[in-house]
C-alpha cells in the first residue's frame, strides 16, 4: 500500500526529483536554506529552458536577503 504525496511535500518531491544528481551544488532537502542562493531555482529553470540560464555559469555561496 503506497500513500499518495500532496500540496508541498508533493511540489517538494518533484523539485528533487527534477534536480538530484544532475546540478552540482543543488541539495533540495526542505523550503528553507536550500533556496537562499538561488540555486535551486535556477536549476528548475534550466531544467526545462536550458537556453535560457547558463547554468554552469553561476556561483553558490551567494545568498540573496
Partial sequence: SSQRVTG????????QK???NIYNNVNING??????????LCALAHHYFPHMV????????????
Fill in 8 to 15: 508541498t511535500a508533493a511540489l517538494l518531491l518533484w523539485c
Fill in 18 to 20: 527534477k534536480t538530484d
Fill in 31 to 40: 523550503w528553507g536554506n536550500c533556496w537562499k542562493d538561488g540555486l535551486a
Fill in 54 to 65: 547558463d547554468f554552469d555559469s553561476l556561483k553558490t555561496g551567494l545568498e540573496v536577503n
